[in-house]
């Protein structure tokens, strides 16, 4: 049977490396910095390349080789590097194909971490950034310029639970001959596979929905393989490898993907509509809402609705910290993507050093606080969410 018939829980589970002699069920660790040669010409061609073969675990290990292939077998795309974090593999991303006098055209609505590389670090290599409003996707074309080489965007965002058309992306970077960068970590390989809008760079924290459990840290770069392979050449040499014993657990992980997800999202929505009909809330954001501004591209490019849920406390931020120190059940945490309920108060968490213009221009309002829906009993997150909005 050809590997391309096969369906995505098949490919999640039953993609992995050779056995070993030992004829071992399920893949074992290989917690080894480096690989050993059968003479000095093995040697030579493994560091030629003229041989594919592992050579040391920062630039591969079959641990990691396994995670990267499952994750290309899920996106559709031709090859991937794991990195350490979802951070070093977006900055990785960036820095190996870009140049000094580039400029990247990027939605406003972006991850802290990913806006402080384009407004504080890109900037001292004479790398620009142009922000759009991804919610008025039409202005886009305006902000391209001559030197113009990525277009970057989440979807969904952070943590406002925006939705951009990815074919739409897709048409702009073919037209322009750009790179589009996709960060689909919110919506999950299961939920989303930018690649076939047009998408060359799908990037994931895999600490999140991929490992599901709050337990390891990783990142991924999977897309078009001259791309790839100018990010390789680059953290084979920077060192941003993910380690083998990260890789081994978010290879595991990702088998039970699928049906974690299912669960993750069918909670999501009971959350998302209870929540829109509390009366101390003032709106709510969910992709699958008929409520959402993009309802309807969230149907056409998504499988189902993922996991976070944003939404406005009436009150403000006030009313958003007596939230959360009224919560019981749930976790206070920046994370998300785990098995356990997260709630966080952006305005005076994680974007607090943002001015209110700032904040507003990226959706965050004073009484946001986003929801990670967890795989607990629906009842009783909404239970916990309804004592604390009392």
Known sequence: MDEQEFGFETQAIRTHIDRTQYQEHSTPLFLSSSFIFE???????SFTEEKERNIYSRFSNPNTTEFVDKVCAMEGAEAGYAFATGMAAIYSTFA???????????????????HALFM???????????????????TIESFIQPNSKILYVETPTNPGVDVIDLELL????KKHNLILIVDNCF??????????????????????????????????A?????????????????????????????????????????????????????????????????????????YEVAKKQML???????????????????FLDKIKLCSLSANIGDAKTIVTHPASTTHSKLSVEEKLSVGITEGLVRVSVGLETVADVIADLEQALS
Not at 39 to 45: L, P, V
Request: with cysteine; proline share 5%; aromatic share 10%.
């Open 170 to 173: 897709g048409n702009i970077a």
């Open 120 to 138: 504080t670090y890109f900037p001292k290599w004479n790398i620009t950034t142009s922000y759009f409003d991804i919610n008025k996707p039409e």
């Open 96 to 114: 190996a194909l870009l140049s000094a006098g580039d400029h990247i055209v990027s939605a406003g609505s972006v991850f802290g971490s990913t």
């Open 304 to 322: 189902l609705g993922g996991n976070i849920i944003a939404f406005e406390i009436k009150g403000g931020i006030e009313a958003g910290r007596a």
């Open 187 to 220: 919506a999950t390989p299961y939920i989303q596979q930018p690649i076939k809008y047009g998408a060359h760079i799908v990037v994931h924290s895999a600490t999140k929905l991929m490992d599901g459990q709050g337990r390891v840290l990783g990142g991924i």
């Open 222 to 294: 999977v897309g078009q393989a001259d791309l790839i392979r100018q990010i390789y050449l680059f953290s084979r040499n920077t060192g941003p490898a993910l380690s083998p014993f990260n890789a081994w657990v978010l290879s595991k992980s990702i088998e039970t993907l699928a049906i974690r997800v299912e669960r993750h999202c069918e909670n999501a929505l009971k959350v998302a509509e209870f929540l829109e009909s509390h009366p101390n809330v003032n709106s709510v954001k969910y992709p699958f809402l008929k409520s959402h501004p993009k």
């Open 39 to 45: 003479d000095a010409e093995d040697m030579r061609a």
